[in-house]
């Protein structure tokens, strides 16, 4: 199998079990291909010495899957350097909470055991896609998490006016907007009061940012019908966040938002449960009492 292998370029931690992932893929004849960066950090920062058949920048490359090892952020930049290749993304967990990235570093030796025994299942994860005339939006405007639009300079809120496939919904007073995917559900949506989506559910939540109005509340959506926002704010500019990265954009610049035309492959081990990791992961349900 030919592997490609992305990985968290800022804290060592997170990638000092890399050299265990490397002698697992080798002792399996596994054709290595390593982003150049990582590559870079793993040989001068950490001092390992990787083997590498093959090392590529931005998305120029191939594989049967791609391993991304270090946390979610770490995970989401790899699904954005795969794109709408089709390449199956391995997670491999070792950040902090790890939805994504959910294979500890403790599994490893077992779920590359699995994954040359083809005993792994993929899920089909969907992915917002914006459309819009800033050209610098433009250039990565896909987003496996949520796409959120957020006030920048100014204590005041911002007036984002919402129509769902043209039809008004409101107009939103608040620091901002989150549009998010299933997948992200549990990510930045969930720590402003937006609800938890199962994976597979075809739908897109709208969850406001601290709303000036106790009668505004998340809503989900149909994941097929398009989202138009037409932002005000008193500084004349807002940001938009593309899971994560964020750029200024002009005030009198309409979004539109709406699922791209691919999804992102991502791999699970056989036996995992989405409710188990609610469970695990973020102490879902759990009761002190008990």
């Known amino acids: 199998m030919k592997f490609a292998i992305f990985g968290n370029t800022y804290q060592a931690k997170k990638s000092s079990h890399a050299a265990t992932l490397f002698n697992l893929l080798e002792k ?14 793993l040989k001068s920062d950490l001092k390992l010495n990787v083997k590498a058949d093959n090392l590529f920048d931005e998305d120029y490359f191939d594989a049967d899957m791609v391993i991304s090892i270090g946390g979610d952020g770490t995970f989401l ?36 055991e699995e994954i040359y025994q083809n005993h792994y299942t993929v899920e089909e994860r969907s992915v917002l896609q914006l459309l819009c005339d800033d050209k610098h939006l433009q250039d990565s405007p896909y987003a496996l998490n949520e796409i959120a639009v957020l006030k920048r300079d100014s204590s005041s809120m911002i007036s984002i006016r919402t129509a769902i496939n043209g039809a008004h919904l409101t107009t939103y007073q608040a620091d901002g907007l989150i549009i998010a995917t299933p997948t992200g559900s549990t990510a930045y949506s969930l720590s402003v009061g937006g609800p938890i989506i199962v994976p597979h559910s075809k739908t897109i939540a709208i969850t406001p940012v601290a709303p000036h109005s106790l009668n505004v509340r998340p809503i989900v959506i149909c994941d ?10 008193r500084s004349h500019n807002f940001l938009v966040a593309i899971d994560g990265s964020s750029e200024t954009c002009k005030e009198t610049t309409r979004l539109t938002i709406r699922r791209a035309d691919y999804s992102i492959k991502v791999v699970k081990r056989f036996n995992h449960i989405f ?3 609610l469970r695990t992961k973020m102490m879902w349900g759990a009761d002190s009492r008990v």
């Open 224 to 233: 097929d019908w398009e989202i138009t926002l037409d932002v005000e704010s």
């Open 28 to 41: 399996h004849g596994a054709e290595i291909c390593v982003c150049r960066e990582f590559h870079r950090f």
């Open 275 to 277: 409710f188990d990791t």
């Open 77 to 112: 930049k790899a699904a954005r350097r795969v794109g709408n290749k089709g390449i199956p993304i391995l997670g491999i967990n070792t950040g902090r909470l790890g939805f994504l990235a959910d294979v500890s570093p403790e599994e490893m030796e077992e779920t590359i």
